[in-house]
């Protein structure tokens, strides 16, 4: 009895410090790390996705579906339900073009379009655009601890570095402890009103990584409206050939 | 009894209605259908009513073999006759070769960039106030050839008064800094008619667009001959901006200037 007692406290006391040694790392970390955490779980190198943008306004509810190829700093998406069939939008570092396919005319988007919300969502054009690394744009500190959905979560409050062109001056973004995911963030204007919300629904493990499949994004100066974005498909690190992040690929 | 009356047009109702349907295989028909009830109210008198109805119809045919066929029409009642009208809007067949795409048929050819007015249009006024004219619309062959990804030139030859009469375009495009720059080329054929005799007319501009901090700007700079020796210049500056109040409201603002010979704008507004 004595020796089980003996092999039980021997037990508690490793756990103890494994746990420690895998906690210790955590528990020091910067926000920066942190943030970088995250980035590095959510970004890749390339993608193929199939996804659906809800646009819910009042009781008015329009769905649009889309495929998209991306890679680190380019994007390429193609709207594919009859109302929008053929709308393509070529993303290109920091610049922007949308192919009109009634028209059939490439424009680039600039200046106060980047304002709109895109395509009628809660997200603009401005927002789709952000590709630059979080923590070159904003000075981040961890604010708190708090559970997010009976889920333990990092708050991280990051202010905009000054002389950098951002959509929003300050983001407090709830990162979970245990995966490094995103679950929530807020985005607010320098006089501090909320300007957007978003929020995740749904964690798909996919192809080893865990990724944010269900999520919506709330612009707060508009009254009664939100618009969910949904993965349906995903696969990572496809071949993607050269060429398709070309203005001639939009047409 | 007096004169006077006052009118009051009211829609009365719109109805917007889009739809497909699959045909055969993955070949769908959509389309958008606009019905409008105008009303006339005159004071102590009867109203009228005029019902005015469009549809966008469009057939979807799946690429094959980097080929394309689009075809849109636009069906509507007539505002003089108040019988039903139809448009081809589009009727083309595109082919993807390796270095060209070629274009054949009925399409909308507009070198449009976001301006309200485009002195050195393809076609002058086919797109006006964001309001596109049916003479958007050409019976025309178009070859489109990348030099890399944001650069391109791009050749027309359009019909618009059947073959005798070919006008001709070319177009090149390229991004540099940040902006969307053009260089462009139209002659546009003799037209004779019983009233009016236009000679060959030319242009050729310049177009750049993109952001100067917040601001979008944009600009144009044309030149139209008269002849070898004489023409007249004309530019065009534009801007817009948007501003959002905390409390949901924006303000947006465009402002364009026009500088054109007098006798050339009625033909840039349509």
Redesign the interface.
């Known amino acids: 009895m004595r020796k089980v007692k003996g092999f039980l406290l021997i037990g508690i006391i490793m756990s103890i410090l494994f746990s420690s040694l895998i906690i210790a790392p955590a528990l020091e970390m910067t926000a920066e790390e942190i943030i970088n955490m995250r980035d590095n779980n959510e970004y890749f190198n390339t993608a193929q996705m199939e996804a659906e943008m809800i646009i819910v306004s009042g009781s008015r509810k329009i769905t649009k579906t889309m495929i998209a190829l991306t890679d680190k700093k380019n994007s390429l998406v193609e709207f594919t339900n009859?109302?929008d069939?053929g709308t393509k939008f070529l993303k290109?570092e920091?610049?922007l073009w949308m192919f009109f396919p009634?028209?059939?005319?490439i424009?680039?988007i600039?200046?106060?379009?980047?304002?709109?919300g895109m395509m009628g969502s809660d997200f603009s054009y401005q927002d789709v655009m952000e590709s630059d690394k979080l923590t070159d744009l904003y000075d981040f500190k961890i604010i708190k601890e708090e559970d997010l959905d009976d889920r333990p979560c990092y708050v991280l409050e990051g202010i905009a570095r000054e002389g950098v062109k951002v959509s929003y001056y300050r983001r407090v973004s709830w990162i979970e402890k245990e995966r490094f995911i995103g679950l929530k963030e807020e985005l607010y204007?320098q006089?501090g009103?909320l300007l957007k919300e978003t929020k995740v629904n749904k964690i798909e493990e996919i192809e080893g990584r865990w990724v944010p499949t269900d999520s919506v994004m709330e612009d707060k100066?508009?009254?009664d409206t939100y618009t969910e974005f949904i993965i349906t498909q995903i696969n990572f690190n496809p071949e993607i050939p050269e060429?398709t992040?070309?203005?001639?690929n939009l047409? | 009894m007096k004169k006077y009356f006052s009118i009051i047009t009211l829609t009365m109702m719109s109805i917007l209605l889009f739809a497909t349907t699959t045909i055969f295989a993955k070949v769908e028909i959509g389309g958008e259908l606009n019905m409008t009830l105008s009303g006339v109210l005159f004071r102590e008198s009867e109203s009228l009513a005029y019902p005015q109805g469009s549809l966008d119809l469009e057939l979807y045919i799946p690429p094959f073999d980097n080929n394309q066929i689009k075809s849109a029409i636009y069906l509507y009642t007539n505002p003089t006759t108040g019988k039903l009208d139809f448009m081809f809007k589009k009727l083309y067949l595109k082919h993807k070769f390796d270095k060209l795409q070629l274009t054949v048929g009925r399409q909308p050819i507009s070198w449009s960039f976001g301006s309200m007015l485009n002195p050195v249009d393809f076609t002058l006024g086919s797109v006006v106030m964001d309001e596109e004219a049916g003479s958007k619309y050409q019976n025309a062959i178009e070859a489109y050839y990348p030099l890399n990804w944001n650069s391109s030139i791009a050749a027309i030859a359009a019909f618009p008064n059947g073959f005798e009469n070919m006008k001709w375009g070319i177009r090149g495009r390229t991004t540099l800094e940040g902006y969307d720059l053009t260089l462009n080329y139209v002659r546009e054929p003799e037209e004779n008619s019983v009233e009016t005799m236009i000679p060959v007319s030319q242009r050729i501009g310049f177009s750049a667009k993109g952001d100067l901090g917040p601001f979008g700007v944009y600009g144009v700079i044309g030149y139209n001959f008269e002849d070898i020796n004489s023409g007249d210049f004309s530019f065009l500056a534009g801007g817009d901006y948007s501003y959002y109040f905390e409390s949901g409201s924006k303000i947006y603002f465009q402002l364009e200037y026009l500088s054109i010979k007098e006798e050339r704008l009625s033909s840039l507004l349509g």
């Open positions: 009859s109302q069939r290109r920091d610049d009634d028209a059939e005319d424009i680039k600039s200046g106060h379009m980047l304002n709109q204007a006089s009103r100066l508009k009254k060429e992040f070309s203005l001639q047409r």
